[in-house]
């Protein structure tokens, strides 16, 4: 990922883990990378909330699906407002 990262994250709230995925329709998001320490911004383009997992595309222009529970247990989910 080329993109700078940030240290810390932008104003909004860190998803709850189980919470309600309505925030994360269509939001900006950023998501932490424990591996350097950063948050970066992405944009949820798709989200299944029946299997609670969402694509995402990052600035730099890679796609992602990731579980929300997952990285939301981990605190790794901002919800940009």
Same mark, same amino acid.
């Given at each position: 990922?080329?993109a ?6 932008s104003?909004?709230?860190?998803q ?7 925030a994360l329709?269509n ?5 932490f990378?424990? =591996?350097d320490?950063m948050w970066?911004k992405?944009e949820?383009?798709s989200l299944?909330?029946r299997?609670?997992s969402?694509?995402?595309?990052y600035?730099?222009g =890679? ?5 929300? =529970?997952?990285?939301?247990?981990e605190g790794?989910l901002?919800v940009?407002?």
């Amino acid at each position: 990922m080329t993109a700078m990262g940030l240290k810390k994250p932008s104003a909004g709230f860190i998803q709850p883990p189980e919470g309600d995925l309505s925030a994360l329709n269509n939001a900006q998001i950023e998501l932490f990378w424990p =591996d350097d320490g950063m948050w970066y911004k992405a944009e949820v383009v798709s989200l299944n909330t029946r299997n609670r997992s969402a694509k995402v595309l990052y600035a730099t222009g =890679d796609v992602e699906t990731l579980s929300i =529970d997952e990285i939301a247990q981990e605190g790794h989910l901002n919800v940009c407002t």
